[in-house]
């Protein structure tokens, strides 16, 4: 008797969205289909893992350089492969959601990059996921132009040599795409997002001069590297372009990856471009795998913790020479300024910091550096340029002067700043804001005048939760507890109400948002990531 036929994928509670048969085609479903049957079983193994070092980071309170991979490190001859021409300069990237608005004034923006995010910037609703498929598909076919019906304005694409390279950013390995499933079992949101990108555009981008580009988020080891270097080198036979054709770049936002950055471009050196250095998600993991080291381990207010910390200067400062090392690009973290049309005065002060940052940047070696909002590309760039020229890149700056010890990088008590009560009422703030936000299908939100991601609720409430379990004091002498927390959120929520009135609260996920957060920031067992629990709450 024959084996069964392996079953399709199926379409599961989703509504029928406009144009959807464009990109969920029978053919884009069976190679999503078939990445899942090939590489879900590995994917689960490393989320395993993941589980099991986490505990061996309690146990110690600390993390070391892999013996195992020491010779990689120590071999100086390999390199990652030459960066494509439309790879070379990445000197300001611009991030952003695939919404149709947000893909025009993207790739318009004059920033060398766009990503194109699936992931932190994006609450996946099947509507997010599908359309901004499409968005991306149409920008490649040029046939995005639209008039905004309520404004009247028209967005138009410029022409395509003005154009930002897209790199596309799709969700980590840990989350699941609930509407896609085979043989009952969701397919990873990684594998979809990819999947469907890449089998429509791979072939369409080349035709165009570029290619299949690739951010690669929350990677916790070079093994998780090494599943990503498979599902490129298998998507590449399957659609029949040559190997080595994918490029992918890393954000190292997460301490476990900070100390493989070398293994995990060796294990993509036929398909990597760079490394990422952000600030938020980096934060995020620190707290999510020392939450029980104790006092030495506990971070003051986010915003203290700037890139100058000295446990951040040994991340950046590592990254770019690892990068330079090994040929690759080392790209810079964000300028999250949403500059204000009333207050001049606030922009004046938040683009000379946004300019000292990326001059920082620039000077330090990286390559490229992200911007949030069009408004900023000037600056980045004009940092950039002056320490660039004309050369595209300055990999040939080594940084063979940076000498990384393993304790550097969680060397976080080496920061001269504590938690105070302002920064416990930010994080309920941000927190409750950006989750009510996500609820409704947002995932970039301009809030207190930065453009906030999922990152940003990740460290808000992580933080809540370090300081309830370290018994951590503020600066006016209270102890945070849980108590003190749901003193703040209540308050938070009481000032929402007064501030956008009775009707629009009623009309949000307020109430839903702040029960959210505290569950999250208050619960025993610490959640892994936010955005599982709040993925089940979430509408469409």
């Known amino acids: 008797m024959s ?89 300001v990237e611009i991030t952003g959601p695939t919404d149709r608005k947000m893909t025009i004034n993207a790739l318009n923006s004059g920033a060398k990059v766009w990503l194109a995010d699936f992931e932190d910037a994006s609450a ?24 905004d019906e309520r404004t009247g304005k028209s967005y138009a694409l410029r022409p395509d040599e003005e154009l930002a390279t897209v790199v596309t950013r799709p969700r980590g390995w840990h989350l699941d795409e609930r509407h ?61 372009i040559p190997q080595g054709t994918v ?40 707290v999510k795998n ?18 100058t910390a000295p446990f951040m200067r040994a991340y950046t400062e590592l990254l770019v020479r690892t990068c330079h090392k ?71 700056r080594l940084r063979e002067d940076v000498d990384v010890k393993a304790a550097d990088l969680i060397a976080v008590d080496s920061l001269d700043a504590k938690p105070t009560y302002a920064g416990l009422v930010n994080a309920v703030q941000v927190g409750v804001r950006y989750i009510e936000a996500w609820l409704r299908g947002l995932g970039a939100v301009a809030i207190f005048n930065l453009m906030e991601d999922a990152a940003t609720a990740e460290i808000s409430r992580s933080q809540i939760w370090q300081w309830i379990n370290a018994e951590v004091v503020l600066d006016n002498g209270e102890q945070v507890t849980a108590e003190l927390a749901r003193k703040v959120a209540a308050e938070e929520l009481a000032n929402i109400r007064a501030e956008i009135g009775d009707e629009a609260f009623a009309a949000g996920n307020w109430q839903q948002a702040h029960d959210l957060l505290l569950t999250v920031s208050l619960d025993e067992d610490y959640a892994d990531f936010l955005t599982l629990p709040a993925y089940e709450q979430l509408k469409g």
Do not use: C
């Open 290 to 307: 020392f939450r029980d080291g104790g006092a030495k381990f506990v971070l003051p207010d986010r915003n203290a913790v700037t890139m």
């Open 180 to 240: 896609l499933q085979v043989d009952g079992r969701p397919v990873p949101g990684a594998l979809v997002d990819f999947g469907l990108y890449f089998f429509h555009n791979a072939q369409r981008l080349l035709d165009l001069g570029k290619g299949p580009y690739f951010y690669l988020p929350k990677t916790e080891s070079h093994l998780e590297a090494r599943l990503w270097n498979e599902v490129f080198v298998f998507a590449q036979d399957y659609v029949g």
């Open 326 to 396: 090994r040929g690759a690009h080392a790209i810079g973290g964000m300028a999250a300024f949403i500059p204000s049309r009333r207050d001049a005065e606030v922009n004046k002060v938040a683009f000379e910091k946004v300019r000292a940052d990326k001059d920082r940047e620039a000077g330090d070696g990286f390559d490229g550096s992200w911007v949030a909002h069009p408004d900023l590309v000037p600056i980045a760039m004009e940092s950039f340029d002056k320490v660039l020229g004309d050369r595209p890149h300055q990999k040939d």
């Open 3 to 91: 084996a069964p036929a392996p079953s399709p994928l199926a379409i599961v509670d989703a509504e029928p969205l406009p144009r959807q048969e464009e990109v969920l085609t029978d053919a884009a479903l069976a190679f999503v289909a078939e990445l899942h049957r090939r590489f879900t079983p590995r994917r689960d193994e490393l989320l395993a893992r993941r589980a099991e070092r986490r505990a061996e980071i309690a146990r110690t309170s600390t993390l070391d350089f892999l013996p195992e991979t020491a010779a990689i490190r120590a071999d100086d001859s390999w390199k990652v492969a030459p960066a494509p021409a439309a790879l070379q300069d990445r000197r």
């Open 124 to 147: 996946p609703t099947w509507e997010n996921v599908v359309l901004g498929q499409l968005n991306l598909a149409s920008a490649y076919t040029r046939s995005i132009d639209f008039t």
């Open 247 to 286: 490029r992918a770049t890393v954000l190292i936002e997460t301490i476990t990856a900070a100390y493989e950055m070398e293994e995990i471009l060796y294990e993509l050196r036929d398909h990597a471009s760079g490394l990422n250095a952000g600030r938020w998600d980096y934060l995020f993991s620190i």
